[in-house]
């Protein structure tokens, strides 16, 4: 049921999307390859702000960036290697989804990172009204086991 839902769900340009598009509900949001519409990556977003926050402020945001070096990890040597620095320190993409996708296709943090998310996804999500946080949550973890989208998966390769 919610698998059909989220692929029928409007796949939005990331290229074109514009803040208002994406509503303050928390909900579930799925990356879809724009060149074959395969479903690569499904989070959640279940904080303060809802999908707005999660997508446009965060995954869409060039300086949403990490600079702990503590969560730095092997897995971050592309972006360490080729520094951005924010403030004097160096960072890395602090979503977990562009992290992967810095680790797998050679991404600086910042700004390489989001042109090549609006360069090559569509965008779609359910936004739910309800502040049913460990719906959400199930349902994200039913649509990944479900579909095991690539870089969800890979986050662990």
């Given amino acids: 049921m919610w698998e059909q839902r989220?692929?029928?769900?409007?796949?939005?340009d990331s290229r074109i999307l514009q803040r208002e598009d994406i509503p303050k509900e928390i909900g579930v949001y799925a990356w879809?390859?724009?060149?074959?519409?395969e479903l690569v990556y499904i989070g959640r977003a279940i904080g303060k702000g809802g999908l707005r926050?999660?997508?446009?402020?965060?995954h869409l945001n060039p300086m949403y960036f990490e600079n702990r070096?503590?969560?730095f990890n092997?897995?971050?040597?592309?972006?360490l290697n080729n520094p951005v620095l924010n403030k004097g320190k160096i960072v890395i993409c602090k979503s977990t989804f562009r992290r992967t996708l810095a680790y797998h296709h050679s991404l600086r943090a910042g700004t390489d990172c989001v042109a090549y998310m609006k360069e090559h996804f569509l965008l779609s999500f359910l936004s739910f009204r309800t502040a049913?946080?460990?719906?959400?949550k199930d349902i994200e973890e039913e649509l990944i086991n479900k579909i095991q989208p690539k870089y969800n998966l890979m986050r662990s390769t």
């Fill in 74 to 79: 092997d897995r971050d040597s592309f972006q």
């Fill in 6 to 12: 989220l692929r029928n769900a409007n796949k939005l």
């Fill in 132 to 136: 049913d946080i460990k719906l959400v």
């Fill in 32 to 37: 879809y390859l724009r060149t074959t519409d």
């Fill in 53 to 58: 926050t999660r997508i446009w402020q965060q």
């Fill in 69 to 71: 070096k503590e969560v």
